[in-house]
């Protein structure tokens, strides 16, 4: 089946560790995008990549880097620097960038 | 900067039909794209509109007026799966990120 995925789904971290999250995807996209998302809130972009071994800033990228060194895996760190890490994260991917297909996303909560 | 607004919340019963607006203040436009999402689910996009006029795709409609930077999402026959957030999301231009609203809640009530 082809689809994208993200683990893990739920991840606990003290403050000030690094933190890694997942993104897989096997939809053969290009294009590749980290969102945040709190509570009541819209989605905010943080990064996204258009090919391999490319990437761009979101609205809200202090705090959070990003690789692309494959086509099908996007993973985000999510570093010490960030202030308010807590929030449910979304990755996703597309061919046109009005059409994404998000993954099931992971709720980090950072104590 | 770039603005999208959208009502924070909107009530219907089933059966009934409910139209979600959203205005857009952006430095470009390309389209503008409507995703769903249940609570604590993924988004799912629904309709993306380019050109002004209507999209019908079952019981979901999308318009768009690029002269008024507007658009709404029609959702008829509403059941209570339609219960979810809706978020209308600008594409600046070709190939680049979405800018997302904040969301409409939809809740629907037998």
């Known amino acids: 089946d082809g689809g994208i995925t993200q683990s893990p789904k739920y991840l606990f971290r003290k403050e000030g560790q690094n933190v890694t999250l997942s993104c897989e995807q096997n939809?053969?996209?290009?294009?590749m995008y980290w969102y945040r998302q709190d509570p009541g809130q819209g989605l905010r972009l943080i990064y996204y990549s258009q090919i391999v071994n490319d990437f761009q800033k979101g609205d809200i990228a202090e705090g959070y880097s990003v690789s692309r060194e494959k086509k099908e895996s996007f993973p985000l760190t999510v570093t010490s620097a960030q202030k308010n890490p807590t929030a449910f994260y979304l990755c996703?991917?597309?061919?046109?960038?009005?059409?994404?297909?998000f993954g099931p996303g992971t709720r980090l909560t950072v104590t | 900067g770039q603005s999208l607004e959208q009502p924070s919340e909107v009530t219907a019963v089933e059966g009934a039909i409910v139209q979600i607006n959203c205005t857009y203040q952006?430095?470009?436009?390309?389209?503008l794209s409507w995703y769903q999402q249940h609570d604590g689910g993924a988004p799912t996009f629904l309709s993306y509109n380019a050109l002004d006029g209507l999209e019908e795709t079952g019981r979901f409609s999308s318009f768009l007026s690029r002269s008024d930077s507007y658009g709404y999402l029609l959702l008829q026959e509403l059941q209570m799966k339609d219960s979810a957030s809706y978020f209308c999301a600008v594409n600046l231009q070709a190939g680049t990120a979405l800018i997302f609203g904040k969301g409409t809640t939809l809740s629907v009530s037998s």
């Open positions: 939809l053969n996209h290009d294009a």
């Open positions: 952006t430095s470009g436009f390309y389209g």
């Open positions: 996703a991917s597309s061919f046109d960038s009005y059409e994404q297909y």
